[in-house]
């Protein structure tokens, strides 16, 4: 497995204010993977990290909004950007080790409460 | 188009009450089906992947088994500390990515 801290582990903001979350691994991983989880819900893929190039994003998430770093191979951050009570949800990290195996291994998550 | 559905979407059961959880599922060239535990307030803590129809894995009181179309996790002789939310997840041969089920809750009772 992998072992995979978030910061911070939650967060109150206010309306049309920004946050950024962090994502360390303790290995180097080439694909790390950002997820939302609504209230009650399942989780969703809000877009691919991968190293050196630029996030992927899903369709519904725009990268203005999400604004993504990968600077290596360990760590990736993930910007909420003009928040609105809609983006109260917990955010989470995942890695991919590469390995034929395809296991992804999630963080702790930051929980984002939006005033 | 891929989907997971998980039933039930919430369970009871009496301290050694064993039962099974369902996740049924069309996808794309199944890269792998994966379950998850999901603690309140925590992310998905990694439990098992089953790769082909006919495999089984086991952890404790917990056994996963996969068909074709569904997966089944059984619990035997659960513990109030199995209370949680188990998670479904296929890997999509299609897309790449990792679909999610809504979950089912269990509530394990003394």
């Known amino acids: 497995s992998a072992v995979i801290s978030q910061k911070p582990s939650r967060d109150i903001c206010q309306r049309g204010t920004s946050l950024t979350i962090q994502c360390q691994v303790d290995?180097?991983?080439?694909?790390m993977f950002w997820y939302r989880q609504q209230p009650g819900q399942s989780l969703t893929l809000i877009a691919t990290?991968?190293?050196?190039?630029?996030?992927?994003?899903e369709s519904g998430f725009v990268i203005d909004k999400f604004p993504i770093s990968r600077p290596n191979l360990t760590f990736s951050t993930l910007t909420v950007s003009n928040l609105s009570p809609e983006d109260s949800s917990i955010y989470l990290c995942?890695?991919?080790?590469?390995?034929?195996?395809?296991?992804?291994?999630f963080g702790p998550g930051t929980r984002l409460t939006v005033l | 188009e891929d989907q997971v559905t998980q039933s039930p979407e919430a369970l009871r059961l009496q301290e050694g009450e064993s039962s099974s959880l369902n996740c049924s599922y069309t996808?794309?060239?199944?890269?792998?089906l994966f379950w998850y535990r999901q603690d309140p307030g925590k992310g998905p803590e990694f439990l098992f992947t089953?790769?082909?129809a006919g495999e089984e894995k086991e952890k404790e009181r917990l056994k996963a088994t996969l068909t074709k179309k569904e997966s089944f996790l059984h619990i035997t002789a659960p513990k109030p500390e199995d209370s949680a939310t188990y998670l479904c997840?296929?890997?999509?041969?299609?897309?790449?990515?990792?679909?999610f089920g809504q979950g089912t809750t269990l509530q394990v009772k003394p």
């Open positions: 995942s890695v991919d080790r590469g390995d034929s195996y395809n296991e992804q291994f």
């Open positions: 996808v794309s060239g199944l890269r792998g």
């Open positions: 089953l790769y082909s």
């Open positions: 990290a991968n190293q050196g190039s630029e996030a992927t994003y």
């Open positions: 997840a296929v890997l999509s041969g299609n897309t790449g990515k990792l679909i």
């Open positions: 290995s180097q991983v080439t694909m």
